[in-house]
């Protein structure tokens, strides 16, 4: 799919993957929607100072189903033509020591969001016969490493939902796009470390979020129904998918419970 002249919604557009995907299609002359907790003249600014040819804002809570729901319908009359799903939050440690509110906000913003406004935007893409919707998963819907649990959860929640609507859009013109997202340099990936480290040693392979951004430029482009990642993070999804056994011995190798 182009991205010129499309209109495209991004949520969790403030920082990181969400912000340099934006703005990348902001120089690809898109038309933007970006979803944020409250307005940030500077974001506009630097959008359309990248040559989008619109650009709103829509303020939500994405944790909270009602605003979810308004947001919805603020945006029935917007021809959206790429939805991602990009919004995420962050939880790990043992489970036993995770605060429940926390993981019950992260399942809220990473698995329900996610799902409601797929719902709530895929009936206009298939009247209009065209569109994608994005799904930011991870590595960790794989991967499964001690402190992940309930993200990890999250995001095998979201790889198959993906890989199930997927199914369900062939030959609808509306198409799907899961991301398998490596270890990108943003805020969560900084709180990794604080979450995880006591117990476990967390693999270092990082990207920038313009790099990733680019990446996921090309897969929509080339209308790749999955982006996996490369490099040290590659090999070890394979292990992790085809030689699981052998993947658990490294991650028993890296960690410890006190």
């Not at 790429?82 to 939050?89: P, R, T």
């Not at 895929?122 to 993200?151: D, E």
């Not at 062939?170 to 709180?191: A, H, I, Y």
């Not at 270092?204 to 990733?212: D, F, G, L």
């Amino acid at each position: 799919m182009e991205i010129a002249n499309r209109h495209i919604l991004v949520t969790g557009a403030t920082r990181g993957i969400g912000r340099a995907f934006a703005k990348m299609c902001a120089e690809d002359k898109a038309h933007l929607h970006l979803v944020v907790r409250k307005k940030d003249d500077e974001l506009i600014q630097e959008m359309e100072a990248a040559g989008a040819k619109s650009v709103t804002c829509w303020e939500a809570d994405l944790s909270q189903r009602a605003e979810i729901e308004k947001l919805i319908s603020q945006l029935k009359e917007a021809p959206i033509d790429i939805l991602f799903n990009n919004a995420g939050m962050l939880t790990g440690g043992l489970i036993e020591e995770q605060p429940i509110d926390d993981i019950y906000k992260m399942f809220q913003v990473n698995v329900n969001a996610l799902v409601h406004l797929t719902h709530g935007l895929l009936p206009g893409m298939l009247q209009r016969k065209r569109g994608k919707i994005i799904n930011n998963s991870s590595v960790s819907a794989y991967m499964h490493f001690p402190c992940a649990s309930t993200y990890a959860a999250s995001k095998a929640a979201v790889l198959a939902f993906t890989d199930s609507i997927r199914m369900e859009l062939k030959g609808t013109g509306v198409t799907t796009l899961l991301l398998v997202t490596p270890g990108v340099r943003t805020r969560m990936f900084d709180e990794i470390d604080v979450l995880y480290s006591k117990n476990f040693q967390v693999p270092s392979e990082v990207i920038s979020p313009t790099k990733y951004a680019q990446m996921i430029r090309e897969a929509i482009l080339h209308d790749l129904e999955i982006l996996e990642p490369s490099g040290l993070t590659g090999v070890g999804l394979k292990i992790a998918k085809f030689a699981k056994p052998l993947f658990e011995l490294e991650l028993a190798r890296r960690f410890h419970r006190s």
